[in-house]
């Protein structure tokens, strides 16, 4: 897949599985990727450090041919490229990297509105460093992805595609 696929049509990230699926417009699998959601679990609130659950659908994405591992903070590319030497010298950084699918809820009052916006919360799909376990939850709300996944699935994402957290 090196191509938008014009057949994709939504993603589906279940939590208890952790693993992300694109599916075509038949609800059919595309591929299916392992990711990381998490660590405090699912939940809605700010700052709670949780996967928001229900209908989502992709507000922004960021990265776009930029390289495989470019540092993003505050959505924009830092002008690093993640490596050990500087993982090393930010010990306990939430690393974003490679690409940036930016969530925004459907669903006012459960992760869209006062105090449960997914899209003010910055609930993203983003890359993170390959040595982090896929399998586990472990990130800080975010669904983390290896940096290949994410920029594939990247290839075939448009704006406004559907995302299901469940």
């Known amino acids: 897949m090196n191509q938008r696929n014009p057949i994709a049509c939504s993603i589906d990230v279940n939590l208890d599985d ?3 699926t694109l599916l075509d417009g038949s ?8 990711v990381s959601t998490a660590l405090n679990g699912a939940g809605e609130q700010d700052a709670s450090g949780c996967t928001p659950r229900g209908k989502h659908f ?3 994405m ?12 505050g959505r924009r590319p830092t002008g690093e490229i993640y490596s050990p030497v500087l993982a090393a010298s930010h010990p306990g950084r939430d690393w974003i990297l490679s690409r ?15 105090g449960v916006d997914s899209f003010r919360r ?3 799909i983003h890359g993170t460093p390959d040595t982090e376990p896929m399998g586990t939850a472990l990130s800080h709300g975010c669904v983390r ?7 594939e699935l990247f290839e075939c994402v448009q704006p406004g595609m559907p995302v299901t957290i469940r």
Request: proline fraction near 2%.
């Open 145 to 151: 992805m290896r940096n290949a996944d994410v920029i």
């Open 18 to 20: 952790q693993n992300l």
């Open 100 to 114: 940036i699918l930016w969530l925004c809820g459907r669903e006012h009052g459960i992760n869209r509105g006062a």
């Open 62 to 73: 960021i990265g776009s041919g930029l390289p495989a591992n470019t540092v993003f903070r």
């Open 27 to 34: 609800g059919g699998v595309i591929v299916c990727y392992s």
């Open 122 to 124: 910055y609930i993203y």
């Open 58 to 60: 992709v507000r922004a």
